[in-house]
């Protein structure tokens, strides 16, 4: 598999970009013993909320190799990409060594620095290995992205010369360090250079300071935000980590469903004219969510965020999902294609014919529901598919939407014990958002 499918299918499974970054502090755990310990217990406590785990080799040097394959095994069979952070850099020979070390190892993953101009052989041989490589662009600290946006001879930054050459060579995955109060702008253009399909691992944030927001705003849909000491030193790093994933997971999701819903044609509509919307009311903009679907690209973006966030609320399954007709029913569709599970749709309008069924599908006594729609304004049409699914016997709790236009949905189906999920909420934010979009500047 390439690495973006690897990263789709891990992040489908954990509802959270967060990589946890394994660094124990050698003036506590001053054997390899006590290093591996710190290793493994954080492994286990953290798992639930993590996509990968980063391992950083000037921490764990000396841990022999069995240590470093029961590790690795640790990592890989609680589902997450277990990385080498060793930012090989060296000759091709000795790459070549390096790389068949890092395989037996059991990783799959690791880090190099393109800095010495064999990237095309260090993919080469990453690949006959079957291992994914990240290349080093911008590091995270002040002093080395000093040097790193040093001007070369033809004018360019020295990391443009490190990103050229990576992606001349076929890399799929970057690093791109993120430092306290750095705008983003080199991310963005990693990100525009490299694709969409690459995976940007994001060190620096967390205890150095970053920002995930804007790590977030600029990285694009695929990436690796690196948590270290602030999770896996925590009182409690089982929370610690929840609390940074749920964070990390809501404003990935915001960001790459509001990006597809401004790049896709005829979906944010802003009219002079007053709209008149389904509840009624009047607005100078309106959402067509229908039109995301003729967008194959953005559509499949707004599905994958969906499918996270629901894994991260409500994990694996065991649900059916709910929709209303019919301006929900794609959306539900392909999201209850992604967990295999059953769809009934609510049509809000009497039906003279047939079975006058209130509600297409089947709804068995007991069954546990999720609504997945496409949007809400005041709320009463997702409420009332809520209360026609309780009718027949189903419970139904949560209820999951691309966009909240933030008119008092949340507050109607919270006072009958639903919680109100949207990729996107309307606010200043999300307008702003839409604007830099619409400019080419996010």
């Not at 990385?83 to 068949?100: E, F, M, P, Q, W």
Request: proline share 4%; aromatic share 8%; charged share 25%.
């Amino acid at each position: 598999m390439r690495l973006h499918e690897v990263y789709d299918d891990l992040l489908a499974r954990k509802g959270s970009p967060l990589c946890v970054a394994l660094d124990p502090p050698p003036d506590r755990f001053r054997t390899v013993e006590d290093r591996y310990g710190f290793c493994i217990d954080a492994v286990r406590k953290v798992w639930r909320h993590a996509v990968a785990v980063k391992v950083n080799e000037n921490f764990v040097r000396g841990l022999p190799e069995g240590a470093h394959r029961s590790l690795t095994e640790e990592i890989r069979s609680r589902e997450m990409m277990a990385i080498y952070d060793c930012k090989l850099n060296d000759v091709d020979h000795t790459v070549s060594a390096g790389i068949r070390t890092i395989r037996e190892l059991g990783y799959e993953a690791f880090t190099f620095n393109p800095v010495i101009g064999n990237a095309g052989h260090v993919m080469r041989e990453a690949r006959s290995a079957g291992l994914h490589a990240f290349a080093l662009v911008h590091p995270s600290s002040e002093s080395s992205a000093a040097v790193y946006r040093t001007r070369t001879e033809d004018g360019r930054f020295l990391y443009e010369v490190m990103l050229e050459l990576s992606v001349s060579a076929g890399v799929e995955g970057y690093v791109v360090g993120l430092g306290r109060g750095d705008d983003g702008s080199v991310l963005r253009r990693v990100r525009r250079r490299a694709g969409e399909e690459a995976v940007i691992m994001i060190p620096g944030l967390g205890a150095q300071g970053g920002d995930p927001r804007v790590a977030s705003m600029y990285g694009g849909e695929r990436v690796l935000p690196v948590y270290g000491r602030s999770v896996t030193s925590a009182p409690d790093p089982a929370e610690a980590s929840r609390e940074v994933a749920e964070s990390l997971g809501s404003m990935r999701e915001f960001y790459t469903a509001a990006r597809a819903l401004a790049s896709a044609e005829g979906v944010v509509v802003r009219s002079s004219e007053p709209i008149r919307l389904s509840s009624g009311r009047l607005s100078h903009y309106y959402f067509d969510i229908r039109a995301l679907y003729s967008d194959p690209t953005n559509r499949e973006r707004v599905v994958r965020a969906m499918v996270s966030r629901i894994r991260r609320v409500l994990g694996t399954g065991g649900f059916k999902v709910a929709t209303t007709a019919t301006a929900g029913i794609p959306i539900a569709s392909l999201v209850a294609d992604r967990f295999r599970t059953g769809l009934v749709y609510y049509r809000s309008g009497s039906k003279d014919h047939g079975l006058g069924k209130g509600v297409e599908g089947v709804v068995r006594p007991g069954e546990r529901f999720v609504g997945v729609d496409d949007l809400t304004t005041t709320g009463s049409t997702a409420l009332a598919c809520v209360r026609a699914i309780r009718e027949l016997g189903g419970s139904i709790e949560h209820y999951f939407v691309v966009l909240d236009r933030n008119e008092g949905a949340s507050e109607l189906l919270a006072s009958e014990g639903v919680r109100l999920h949207a990729l996107c909420t309307v606010s200043d934010e999300f307008w702003s958002f839409i604007e830099l979009v619409a400019k080419g500047e996010a």
